[in-house]
């Protein structure tokens, strides 16, 4: 049985459910904290790109698209994971969304290729796995790691989500840090 306890929150598909999918390899985006990220950002969305990292059901950027973005690229390593945000997807814009199966650190650079090829750039919503999570121990490092290299022309802004007692230095190669939310556990960094 497939729980849903988490509704799209604004635009076109406004409280549609997502599906859940029944195993504990993702964890949901709050809606508080979503709803933070998408009134910060609301006139940059539409007709935006988005790549959602380690997406899980795919929240952030199936919320992108109902609020008018053009593209969302979600990068998922979790076959299961991948099959519930394919089920999403097909329930609401299919034609903007594509999912790349594998490791995000990997798969990344093959979407880049994609916003270089289509002189693009896009929001980079990084949610990786909590680093309290066994072998995610350094998740954080590596994901720091992964943004010093995002090439600029092809970046809007860069998001990330994480455990609020973990504190993102104010640079990360050419991005500077913005700002950070807190939401009780989870917290949201902007860089531009």
């Known amino acids: 049985m497939e729980k849903s306890n988490i509704k799209i929150i604004g635009g076109k598909?406004?409280?549609k459910k997502l599906y859940m999918g029944d195993k504990e390899v993702t964890r949901s985006t709050k809606n508080i904290l979503k709803e933070s990220v998408f009134n910060t950002l609301q006139w940059e969305v539409p007709d935006s790109t988005w790549v959602e990292m380690f997406s899980g059901v795919g929240s952030i950027g199936l919320e992108a698209i109902s609020r008018g973005a053009k593209k969302a690229y979600f990068l998922e390593?979790?076959?299961?994971?991948?099959?519930?945000?394919?089920?999403?997807?097909?329930?609401?814009?299919?034609?903007k969304c594509e999912i790349i199966?594998?490791?995000s650190f990997e798969t990344v650079w093959d979407v880049i290729e994609k916003l270089?090829?289509?002189?693009d750039r896009a929001f980079f919503y990084f949610d990786p796995p909590f680093a309290i999570r066994e072998g995610y121990e350094d998740i954080y490092e590596k994901v720091q790691h992964l943004i010093k290299q995002l090439p600029k022309?092809?970046?809007?802004?860069v998001l990330i989500e994480h455990q609020s007692d973990y504190d993102f230095p104010e640079e990360?190669?050419?991005?500077?840090?913005?700002k950070t939310r807190k939401f009780g556990k989870s917290s949201v960094t902007y860089y531009e």
């Not at 990360?172 to 913005?178: E, V």
């Open 116 to 119: 270089k090829r289509d002189k």
């Open 172 to 178: 990360l190669g050419l991005y500077k840090k913005i």
């Open 153 to 157: 022309n092809n970046v809007e802004k």
């Open 101 to 103: 199966l594998g490791d």
């Open 77 to 95: 390593k979790d076959p299961e994971a991948a099959r519930v945000l394919k089920k999403n997807i097909d329930s609401m814009d299919p034609e």
């Open 13 to 15: 598909y406004r409280g």
